[in-house]
Structures are given as C-alpha cells and as structure tokens.
C-alpha cells in the first residue's frame, strides 16, 4: 500500500467518526426534546452527546498528525489555518460540558457550542473536499506521466 492511498483510506475514517459524532449530537438533542420530563431527559441527553464527544475526540489523532504533516510541507490550503484554532476552542468548551461543569452548562453556552462544533464541521468537510479534490489530480497528473 503506498503513504497516499493509506492516508486517503485515514481521511475518510476521519470522516465517518465525525459525521457519526454530529449524528450522536442530534440524536441526543431528540431525546432531551423527546423527553416528557427534563430531569428524565437531562441525564440521557448527557450521556449521548458524551459518547458523541468520544467518537469525535478519535478523529482528533488523523488530524492533528495530517494538518501537522501539511504545514509542515507547505501544502496546509489555508482552511486549516481557521478549522485548527476553531476545532481546538469547540474540543475545549466541550470538554466542559464533559467533565460535567455545571456552571458552563448552561443554555447559551450549549448554543454556542452548537454554532462552534457546525462551523469547525463544516470546515472539516470542506478540507475533505479540497484534499480529496487535490490527490485525484496527482493521481490523473501521475498516471499521464505529467507529475513525478
């Protein structure tokens, strides 16, 4: 298996545990919803949305190592350079809610963890895209004898 193929095969696992973590989110914003009372609801709502932050805190590897390796070769697009700091302010105020800090449990805060994790997701699926996008083109440049 060659490095490419291996970290284009990381990426996508990367993905999947991502969108996996966004679904585990609204799955248990349904339950906290679904709920008749809040104090039966609050606890399942909790223990999703962790299981959510786990699942998502397992990607974090492939991309620390893979936006490292990129700036590194000078070939980071500067997406990385807004999705890394975003990503690292939403795992932190995340890891509040976590660790179970009631005082930062509250409403508006949720509310903005929601506009954090959405917008460092949607950054996340960007750079897939613009990566994915990238490697085809030296796959097709290579197999025309254009690229080394």
Do not use: C
């Amino acid at each position: 298996m060659r490095m490419g193929s291996g970290i284009n095969r990381i990426r996508k696992i990367s993905l999947k545990l991502q969108v996996s973590t966004l679904l585990t989110y609204i799955i248990g914003i349904a339950a906290l919803k679904k709920s008749r009372l809040k104090k039966d609801g609050i606890p399942k709502h909790g223990k999703i949305n962790t299981a959510g932050y786990m699942i998502g805190a397992l990607s974090l590897l492939y991309m620390g190592y893979s936006a490292t390796r990129l700036i590194l070769t000078g070939k980071a697009p500067a997406a990385v350079f807004i999705h890394g700091p975003l990503g690292l302010v939403t795992l932190a105020l995340s890891s509040l809610f976590v660790a179970n800090r009631w005082s930062w449990k509250t409403v508006k805060n949720m509310k903005i963890l929601v506009v954090l994790f959405l917008s460092t997701f949607s950054g996340g699926v960007y750079l897939f895209s613009v990566l994915s996008k990238r490697e085809k083109l030296q796959k097709s440049l290579k197999r025309k004898g254009m690229l080394t």
